[in-house]
């Protein structure tokens, strides 16, 4: 049994109304009666880690819209735990690798799900690119139409590339992400279309799965902090609800602390959290090279908020100078390639650590929301650039015997 409730002023509605928010104005999210679930964790001891092996968490009836999302690795990172002076174990979730390279398909499967159960004809979102490239996915294998308005010019081609193969009608608009939100809702509303961006309570409880498995990962343990991205700050609640639900069972027996990284250039919500608010001034004009969280009005920042005031957590920015750096380090020692706005995770646990903000003897787990190949062209040009030779060996040995005794960039210099 589920309905729909209002943060602000507690209004229940029906879980069949296609519904974004209160009258009041206030954001909804999933009521479920956990006392009309009869399972047990043990239960859960054989089963692959799925978003559907917790299917009866979730507010579905029918059977759902699935391209195997979820089950994403747990990664211990002992070097970088090393580099950085953590004594406790540090995890990283690679949300990187799921279907579609982002933990949208996460929300996608249970939102495309909910909207043939109820229905719908078409589905639409905003998207700063990794919420129309997983829109897109599952609207193709449901068999329903999709639109996605993209800020034009201002999102990576990964993340278009995959919207236009599979089928999306792509508009982009001349202004910021925040425009294009702004035009969707309406659009849906006046439309009958289901709106599929993270005010869409029934995306979010896909993505809470990210808390249930590193749960089920940990044998039923909580870490002591999860840090993660902050976009459009659904991610960020979604993971703290899972979290809760599983307090409220008695499958844990703590919340971690949740704590929000933006980018310098795009960070309402941690201004808003070092000013002691539970509201954002949004940011008329974000700028980051962390494309995947350049948004200044951010739809769920009052839910973000909450998570990190009730869980005692942190928000912090990082420039995208420290972001481009921890993409680097994370990739050269830990192997694991993450796109620019997972970075900020990274980025700011070192930056937190330093401050002192962080014990280091907590147990921490970073979420990469993204796949290094979502932004190849950022890789490019952050990094070295290949070593150009005549197609001799002895031209190559050359170069090989250089890099014996210089660093890259100093054989870059000479060639």
């Known amino acids: 049994m589920y309905s729909l409730k209002c943060i602000k002023c507690g209004k229940e509605y029906d879980k069949r109304s296609v519904i974004y928010n209160c009258d009041c104005g206030g954001l909804l999210e999933v009521k479920i009666d956990f006392s009309s679930i009869d ?24 059977e759902p819209i699935s391209i195997k999302e979820g089950g994403t690795p747990l990664y211990d990172c002992k070097r970088f735990s090393k580099l950085i002076g953590l004594k406790e174990p540090f995890y990283v979730k690679h949300e990187g690798l799921n279907p579609t390279g982002s933990f949208k398909d996460r929300g996608m499967t249970v939102g495309v799900t909910k909207a043939i ?128 639900e599983l307090k409220s069972i008695g499958w844990i027996d703590r919340i971690p602390k949740m704590t929000g990284i933006q980018a310098e250039g795009s960070a309402p919500i941690v201004k808003a959290f070092k000013d002691h608010k539970e509201d954002i001034m949004p940011e008329k004009n974000p700028e980051t090279i962390a494309t995947a969280i350049r948004i200044g009005n951010p739809i769920n920042a009052i839910k973000a908020l909450q998570a990190i005031y009730e869980s005692k957590g942190l928000a912090e920015m990082v420039t995208d100078e420290e972001i481009v750096e921890a993409q680097k380090e994370l990739a050269k020692l830990e192997g694991i390639g993450i796109e620019p706005a997972s970075a900020s995770s990274i980025a700011g646990l070192k930056k937190l650590l330093k401050n002192g903000l962080i014990d280091k003897d907590e147990r921490v787990v970073c979420i990469t929301t993204g796949n290094l190949l979502k932004d190849p062209e950022e890789v490019v040009n952050v990094c070295n650039k290949p070593i150009v030779v005549e197609t001799k060996l002895d031209k ?20």
């Open 39 to 62: 399972i047990d964790k043990d239960d859960y001891e054989n089963i692959p880690l799925s978003v559907w092996k917790y299917k009866e968490f979730l507010p579905v009836e029918r």
């Open 117 to 244: 159960e109820l229905g719908m004809k078409i589905v639409a979102c905003a998207s700063t690119g990794n919420t129309s490239a997983s829109l897109s996915v599952y609207g193709a294998k449901a068999g329903i139409p999709v639109v996605v308005l993209l800020p034009g010019g201002k999102v990576a081609l990964g993340k278009v590339a995959q919207a236009l193969i599979h089928g999306a009608k792509v508009i982009e608009i001349k202004g910021n992400f925040d425009d294009a939100l702004e035009i969707v809702m309406k659009l849906c509303n006046e439309e009958g279309i289901y709106l599929l961006n993270s005010v869409n309570p029934y995306r979010l409880e896909g993505q809470k799965t990210i808390g249930y498995e590193i749960a089920d990962e940990l044998n039923w343990t909580a870490p002591d902090r999860i840090i993660l991205p902050v976009g459009n700050a659904g991610n960020i609640s979604a993971i703290y609800k899972g979290f809760k």
């Open 396 to 415: 190559v040995k050359k170069v090989l015997n250089l890099i014996k005794q210089y660093n890259v960039t100093q054989i870059l210099q000479i060639y």
